[in-house]
């Protein structure tokens, strides 16, 4: 190749691969939260401020520090996640009187859907809304629906790739309830 | 009857831009392939999951409240934010949606032009020694050389 040709095409050729390799990396889950969870490590939560559910105020992890919060992920055309609502919202009720909460975050849907399920099942917990996904996705959140536990100092301290189970709420949650902020 | 056509026409005349200006109602197909269904990354027309699903019901709601396509597609950003839109926005990492293709064009346009300059330098140098030629075949031939092949060819035609 001509040297004044070179290094043009050199250059054209390395950005495309670099633009390819941005994509590429862009799409792939964030392994960050497991990985410290594996090291017993507590990280904090990605920080945003999101749209409360059926609101007009903004709302964020941050403003119920000093509780244990139960963050979930969840969708109403989710069928995984309609599952759990009811263990959800009996848990909440439980969380409350401990000093605790359920926080929903509902993702990728339309307000009047996500209202309509919280009627229907009556949720009483608060929900913050996530309308593209790009805030859980800071999480490294695969799939629906997704559950992360935060200490009373707003860290998280638990991740559940799946849905809750009972079992898996009654290993998590005492030890947190019990812990001071 | 003539003071009645007269009466039509004018109506018409009066109507028929108006009904012409009103922006045309959206139709489901018109919208649907300029959004993404959210969760597969594919363009609406073409997704069927539960999410595009949802999607098609909230917009066919919006269509019976009688909005336009446009109005039925800010109404989505409204709801769902600007990735919505299955055309790339026009900002941040997005904006190389837009970018590379025409860098590419450029880039092959450029290619095109200096592979075409390229060939067209030996066709023409060769054409100008084919003009130097005494027959237009190739380079002049020396005096020397020019009289040794007509001794050779008288020779053989003998």
Redo the contacts between chains.
Sequence with gaps: MRPR?YWPVTL?AAA?IG?LA?GVAGTGADTTLDDAMRDGKRVDPPAANLQVLGGTRTGSLADYRGKVVLVNIW?????PCRDELPLLEKTHKKLAREGGTVLGIDV??????ALTAKHEFGLSYPNLRD????YVRHFGQTGYPETYVLDRRGRIAAVRRFPVTQQWLDRTLPPLLRERA | MTRALLAALVAVALLAPAAAAAPPRASLPDVEDEVMC??CGTALNVSNS??A???R??IR?LIARGLTKDQVKAALVR???P??LAEPQGSG?SL?AWL?PV?AAL?ALALVV?LARRWRRPAAAGSGAAADGADGGGPALDPADARRLDAELAAYDR
């Design positions: 040709l054209a495309l633009l941005y969708a109403s055309w989710c069928e990728k849907e339309n307000t009047g859907a309308p593209d996904g790009s | 959210l969760e539960p999410v699903d949802e999607e019901a909230f709601q709801e769902y934010g990735r919505i990492f190389t590379v860098a880039g200096g």
